[in-house]
């Protein structure tokens, strides 16, 4: 999927992601009423698990295992292809993605509303990392093995998501904008492979028609 997705499509989900995680982060963070209902969520989310305040739950005592195990079953996806185009490109998925969250999570503010925890928390960096594999684990699959990769990243990024909301890690709009981070970051990925391409291309064109024209 990373070389096969049209270079036009990629660039519009990279837009698309980029506002949508400005607009999250505005109606989520940036006013009261936004902060109230993300807050609300969580702790009605968190009450349905019998959690009243953070704790470290399952997901703290098992995250390290958990992520090496989903590391080493994408690492495996990816080896299988044999391409150096998808290596490169899942490498960069993943740091773009970790990279990103962490930097907004460290750059962006939290206006003080009163309502909960004052530190930012927005994007998850947690999510961020499973939603990277989840996106990788897609988009480094055989096509004919793509509906199984969907299916299992589907199913481990949701428990991840609902579990660090259930916890009280994160709120609901941190992990999705965990998500946005992640997809925004493989569409930029892939228009800059296409772009790479197109300029080889065409310096090989070039190159080429120098050493024709030297010849004749």
């Known amino acids: 999927m990373f070389a096969t997705t049209r270079p036009w499509t990629a660039a519009t989900t990279a837009v698309v992601a980029a506002l949508a995680l400005g607009g999250l982060y505005l109606a989520a963070v ?5 902060q109230l209902v993300d807050h609300e969520l969580m702790r009605m ?3 349905a698990f019998g959690v009243e305040n953070p704790v470290e739950g399952a997901l703290g005592r098992y995250q390290l295992p958990m992520l090496a195990v989903g590391g080493l079953v994408v690492a495996a996806v990816v080896a299988s292809r044999r391409s150096k185009t998808v290596a490169v490109s899942a490498a960069l998925v993943l ?11 460290a750059l962006l503010d939290r206006p003080s509303f009163g309502i909960g925890p004052e530190l930012n928390s927005f994007p998850s960096n947690t999510v961020a990392v499973v939603a990277a594999l989840a996106v990788i684990l897609v988009g480094s699959a055989a096509r004919r ?12 990024g949701s428990v991840v ?3 660090v909301v259930a916890q009280q890690w994160h ?12 997809v925004g970051a493989a569409a ?5 492979q296409a772009a790479w391409a197109w300029t080889s291309d065409v310096e090989g064109s070039l190159t080429g028609g120098q050493t024709a024209a030297h010849r004749g």
């Open 30 to 34: 940036g006013n009261s009423t936004g």
């Open 45 to 47: 989310i968190s009450a």
């Open 171 to 182: 709120r609901p709009g941190d992990v999705l904008g965990a998500w946005l981070v992640a």
């Open 145 to 156: 093995y793509r509906t199984a990769a969907l299916v299992l990243a589907v199913a481990a």
């Open 95 to 105: 740091a773009s993605t970790v990279a990103g969250a962490y930097l907004l999570k």
């Open 161 to 163: 998501s609902v579990l």
């Open 188 to 192: 930029v990925v892939r228009v800059g």
